[in-house]
């Protein structure tokens, strides 16, 4: 019998530990700082767009309530996504750069802009946004994503070429 538990535990144990994620950040593993922010970056980018353009796919189908709670529901996974970019520039290695943390610096603020902005399109949506349309009138989501890109790329390009870090400008990010 006691063995019988033992091996139970055990088997809790390893099924546990290979369903947990990994809560190190992906960016913290990169070769150089330049590649750990542009991927993070850019994966932020990529992945806040499907969070909006995901609306899009499940508006047809829902409710007007439905409508409402799932286009507001995307400025939170937008928010949720946004906090996880913090982390991986925090976490991104300072490797490649004389001076990461002059670099990493204004990438945070870039960061509360687009937290800030994030939470004001919602703010709005959630009082002035018409939901009858499938297409929200007027759109915040879609208006406040490209703001929210804009927020963040800018500011990266702009702190490229101040520290003269070629790596960080053009493409990077996008």
Known sequence: MTRVIAVLVVASVIALAGCSESTRPKASTAPSFAEGVCTAISEWGSHIVDAANAFTDDSPRLSLAGRRARYLFAFDEQR???????????????????????????????????????????ADAAEHVDFHFIG???????????????????????????????????????
């Open 136 to 174: 929200p009138k007027p759109d915040r989501l879609f208006a406040g994503t490209e703001k929210s890109l804009s927020l963040m790329l800018k500011p990266l390009d702009d702190v490229a070429r101040q520290q003269h870090v070629e790596a960080l400008g053009g493409h990077c990010g996008r």
């Open 80 to 122: 949720r996504l946004t906090d996880d970019l913090r982390g991986e520039l925090e976490a991104t290695p300072p490797s490649g750069v004389a001076d990461p943390e002059a670099i990493r610096a204004p990438l945070l603020v870039a960061v509360d802009d687009v937290t800030k902005n994030i939470g004001e399109q919602k």
